[in-house]
């Protein structure tokens, strides 16, 4: 099944059906603050109504403190650690014709050189 045919699926039995059930009870609809959980909350709430117990070393898993940078967003200009690294990576963007993702390319490039010294 092609992958517009799997989009047209998802809508007509999906999305058209959401749709029409929010149309017909405002009501349901949810503020986005309401569906900013935590990992944290989820868990405890579906713990609380008894829907999903964590065995205890998920448990510990879970409220042990980080150790990292286990959930910091991954900065590329970290790894472009040489001229060459740097020039392929523009010409990567290049080659995509985006312009919106070559200038983001171009700042990730600049922060690179002034984060590695390279000239």
Known sequence: MTGSKNLENWLHEKVGPAYDALKADP?????????????????????????????PEQREWV???????????????ETLTSAEAI??????????????YI???QAVAARAKAMHGIE
């Open 27 to 55: 009501a349901r609809a949810v503020t986005p603050d309401q569906v900013r959980y935590t990992l944290a909350e989820l868990l405890a709430e579906a713990e609380a109504a008894g829907v999903y117990p964590l065995p």
């Open 103 to 105: 200038e983001h390319a």
């Open 63 to 77: 409220d042990a403190p980080a150790v990292g940078r286990e959930l910091t967003p991954f900065d590329p200009a």
């Open 87 to 100: 020039s392929t990576f523009l010409a990567e963007a290049e080659a995509t014709a985006d312009p919106a």
